[in-house]
């Protein structure tokens, strides 16, 4: 199986700030990574897919990059709305694996 | 508007059955993979299965499989997923989903609400 490792497990950041999470596959994955945002008490939303791409609705503040093993998500300014659980997951292969998740907080 | 209701959890002994329903609407059930992806209280999530389009490639979590089927019935716009023998490292909430685009497998854009199933004497 492939494993996901993000980091950090948590961050905590002022609104405006610029957060950068990242997501390690143990083998590669190309570019077949997915970002989803979950805030408490709520189904998952998808952020990108296949590394790069914006899913519909999804604001511009969002990015993905990475190809291969490593990959990030960025928030290029941090609102509140944004406070929630980020997690990656690959899809490469099945068994699908999503990383650990990513706590993001307001300082 | 895509909507995914799923239905069938609850509290359950171990080592009983269950099986979980998941009503779609609002896209073309038929040509899109599904999924269900569980998470247990307060972890992260985990993919449980998924099935193709037309039933053609189906896939299970090795901690599932053997004691978990997913089907799927196109005609009802319904996804099934029926869960025997069941553990307590099974309670989780069920979520149904659809994979983002047609005949893919490449990540799920729509969930469903998520239905509980609690296993415990």
């Known amino acids: 199986d492939i494993q996901m490792t993000q980091s950090p497990s948590s961050v905590s950041a002022s609104v405006g700030d610029r957060v950068t999470i990242t997501c390690r596959a143990s083998q590669g994955i190309n570019t077949w990574l997915a970002w989803y945002q979950q805030k408490p008490g709520k189904a998952p939303k998808l952020l990108i897919y296949v590394a790069s791409s914006l899913q519909s609705g999804v604001p511009s503040r969002f990015s993905g990059s990475g190809s291969g093993t490593d990959f990030t998500l960025t928030i290029s300014s941090l609102q509140p709305e944004d406070i929630a659980t980020y997690y990656c997951?690959?899809?490469?292969?099945?068994?699908?694996?999503f990383g650990q998740g990513t706590k993001v907080a307001i300082k | 508007e895509v909507h995914l209701v799923e239905s069938g959890g609850g509290l359950v002994q171990p080592g009983r059955s269950l099986r979980l329903s998941c009503a779609a609407s609002?896209?073309?059930?038929?040509?899109?993979?599904m999924y269900w992806v569980r998470q247990a209280p307060g972890q992260g999530l985990e993919w449980v299965s998924h099935i193709s389009w037309n039933s053609g490639a189906i896939g299970y979590a090795d901690s599932v499989k053997g004691r978990f089927t997913i089907s799927r019935d196109n005609a009802k716009n319904s996804l099934y997923l029926e869960m025997n023998s069941l553990r307590g490292e099974d309670t989780a909430l069920y979520y149904c989903?659809?994979?983002?685009?047609?005949?893919?497998?490449?990540?799920?854009?729509?969930w469903g609400q998520g239905t509980l199933v609690t296993v415990s004497s």
């Open positions: 609002g896209f073309i059930f038929h040509d899109y993979t």
């Open positions: 997951q690959q899809a490469q292969s099945f068994p699908w694996t």
């Open positions: 989903a659809k994979d983002v685009n047609t005949g893919s497998y490449h990540g799920i854009d729509y």
